[in-house]
């Protein structure tokens, strides 16, 4: 049975070509083409991807993307469909790592789009995703500086402790993407003092 990581590549690469390269997301600046240049520089270029953030490095990152941008979009979802030859054809280390990123990108081509409606995931995704929750949590919302709790109505987490915290409820998914910094989300109740759910989700959250 393939991984959630896996078949969320997959999906990902579908949604991608059927809404065409020019496409809106919800990352600022990018349409869907720039969505997959990122992807495929990050998996095949990783030398090159640090310099989004190190600038001696972005000379590199530009060439890198200039070279996947001149591809067809058809092209590069072929390409991202499959990880052979990188570190992400090793299952374990494809679930560890992408689980999250594919899941995240692939509702930033949908919910970017007006007629999106939120999906109902399969078990295993909701499990992988609660697990990577509370891995990566802490470091999400630390932005806010405020306590904050999260549960999908069955379970609970301490993402930040603290008294008074704010208790956000709902779906995994739509709080992975909360905590991610997307405001394209449904389903979520918040409870705790009103200046801190206010703080929370003026908050610039993610890394």
Known sequence: MASFARSERLALCDTAVSLGPAAPTLCEGWDVKDMLVHLLVRERRPWAAPGIFLSPLEPALRRAEAAYAAQPLE???????????????????????????????????????????????????????????????????????????????????????????????????????????????????????????TQLENANLGF
Not at 150 to 163: F, I, M, Q, W
Request: net charge neutral; with cysteine; charged share 25%.
């Open 75 to 197: 092209d590069l979802a072929d390409r991202l469909r499959d990880p052979k030859g990188t570190l992400y054809s090793i299952a374990p280390i494809d679930r560890v790592v992408n689980t999250v990123e594919f899941f995240v990108h692939h509702e930033d081509l949908r919910r970017a789009q007006s007629d999106w409606e939120p999906r109902t995931l399969p078990a295993v995704a909701e499990r992988d995703l609660w697990r990577t929750l509370k891995l990566l949590g802490k470091g999400l919302v630390r932005p806010a500086d405020t306590p904050v709790v999260v549960s999908n109505g069955t379970h609970t987490a301490t993402l930040r402790a603290g008294d008074e915290p704010v208790t956000i409820t709902g779906p995994v998914g739509e709080l992975i993407l909360f905590c991610f910094g997307r405001h394209a989300v449904r389903g979520l109740t918040f409870d705790g003092p009103a200046e801190k759910i």
